[in-house]
């Protein structure tokens, strides 16, 4: 990663209209992923097999929702409020990919592991191809979430070393698998202005390289596990575009739950600690 800024890094005043419109996209995938991905997470609270496992996923969790405010955070530069970024947002505007919106099957950890693998394994790349970007606010930010994913790579690492240490656990987790991949390659897939994030330096590496340089990580890492890492030319993907906002059904209950309390709350009235007698 590179400690000195480009010397065509481009401030937020300096954007032209084609340009915000290029680098909000990149921000919002970037943060929607985040977001939904630790929401899902946090499912597991209490339910995690240990309680260390507890607490790293808990502790994942909130790295997750921290690095989706690092991005939300330059929207709001940007000129957006919390509330439309998040809270009163039309779900069908999210661009979150596939797999971070797929509920976990009840009571399967492998899963969890697995697609915090595939995931994380991703975040590593898609971070890396953004420390060198052209746009200044973004590149100073990097670093940080960087640093964090590392942990969330070797916890799944070890995860997945003890369930498939026999022959019933690789039988778990290749169904895992099997399950995971088709909604893993959405994360890979482009959105509207994807040409242009590349062309104005927002991102340094196409999805196509990004996707092949995953697909070669995470393929041995997995086959070195007794895995049978699916064809991805082969698979049948799932319904729906992610990058261009239509999602599964799973999304739209998550998303419900999520803002249910936002919109229960009147926000235009103080909270009260108790009732006062007039």
Same mark, same amino acid.
């Given at each position: 990663?590179?400690?000195?800024? $480009?010397?065509?890094?481009?401030? $937020?005043?300096?954007?032209?209209?084609?340009?915000?419109?290029?680098?909000?996209?990149?921000? *919002?995938?970037?943060?929607?992923?985040?977001?939904?991905?630790?929401?899902?997470?946090?499912?597991?609270?209490?339910?995690?097999?240990?309680?260390?496992?507890?607490?790293?996923?808990?502790?994942? /969790?909130?790295?997750?929702?921290?690095?989706?405010?690092?991005?939300?955070?330059?929207?709001?530069?940007?000129?957006?409020?919390?509330?439309?970024?998040?809270?009163?947002?039309?779900?069908?505007?999210?661009?979150?990919?596939?797999?971070?919106?797929?509920?976990?099957?009840?009571?399967?950890?492998?899963?969890?592991?697995?697609?915090?693998?595939?995931?994380?394994? /991703?975040?590593?790349?898609?971070?890396?191809?953004?420390?060198?970007?052209?746009?200044?606010?973004?590149?100073?930010?990097?670093?940080?979430?960087?640093?964090?994913?590392?942990?969330?790579?070797?916890?799944?690492?070890?995860?997945?070393?003890?369930?498939?240490?026999?022959?019933?656990?690789?039988?778990?987790?290749?169904?895992?698998?099997?399950?995971? *991949?088709?909604?893993?390659?959405?994360?890979?897939?482009?959105?509207?202005?994807?040409?242009?994030?590349?062309?104005?330096?927002?991102?340094?590496?196409?999805?196509?390289?990004?996707?092949?340089?995953?697909?070669?990580?995470?393929?041995?890492?997995?086959?070195?596990?007794?895995?049978?890492?699916?064809?991805?030319?082969?698979?049948?993907?799932?319904?729906?575009?992610? $990058?261009?906002?239509?999602?599964?059904?799973?999304?739209?209950?998550?998303?419900?739950? *999520?803002?249910?309390?936002?919109?229960?709350?009147?926000?235009?009235?103080?909270?009260?600690?108790?009732?006062?007698?007039?």
């Amino acid at each position: 990663m590179s400690e000195t800024p $480009r010397s065509d890094a481009i401030d $937020r005043r300096e954007l032209s209209a084609e340009q915000q419109a290029a680098v909000e996209e990149l921000l *919002f995938r970037l943060a929607d992923d985040e977001f939904v991905h630790a929401e899902r997470l946090t499912e597991w609270q209490i339910y995690a097999p240990t309680l260390e496992s507890d607490l790293a996923i808990a502790n994942i /969790a909130q790295d997750e929702f921290g690095h989706a405010r690092l991005w939300y955070d330059l929207l709001k530069q940007l000129g957006y409020t919390e509330p439309e970024c998040l809270w009163e947002r039309d779900p069908t505007e999210w661009t979150h990919s596939l797999l971070v919106e797929r509920p976990f099957d009840a009571g399967d950890w492998g899963d969890a592991v697995l697609r915090g693998y595939l995931y994380d394994a /991703a975040e590593r790349i898609r971070l890396e191809a953004v420390a060198d970007t052209s746009y200044a606010p973004l590149a100073d930010r990097v670093g940080k979430a960087l640093e964090e994913e590392a942990y969330h790579r070797e916890h799944a690492t070890n995860w997945l070393e003890r369930l498939t240490a026999d022959d019933d656990g690789r039988a778990r987790m290749q169904d895992a698998l099997d399950e995971l *991949f088709p909604a893993a390659l959405s994360l890979f897939d482009p959105g509207p202005r994807e040409d242009d994030i590349v062309a104005f330096g927002f991102r340094t590496e196409s999805l196509a390289a990004m996707r092949t340089e995953w697909l070669e990580t995470i393929g041995p890492a997995l086959e070195a596990l007794g895995l049978d890492v699916p064809d991805p030319d082969q698979v049948a993907r799932p319904n729906g575009r992610g $990058r261009y906002g239509t999602h599964t059904d799973a999304w739209h209950d998550l998303y419900d739950e *999520f803002t249910a309390t936002y919109r229960e709350v009147d926000f235009e009235t103080p909270a009260q600690l108790r009732a006062t007698e007039e």
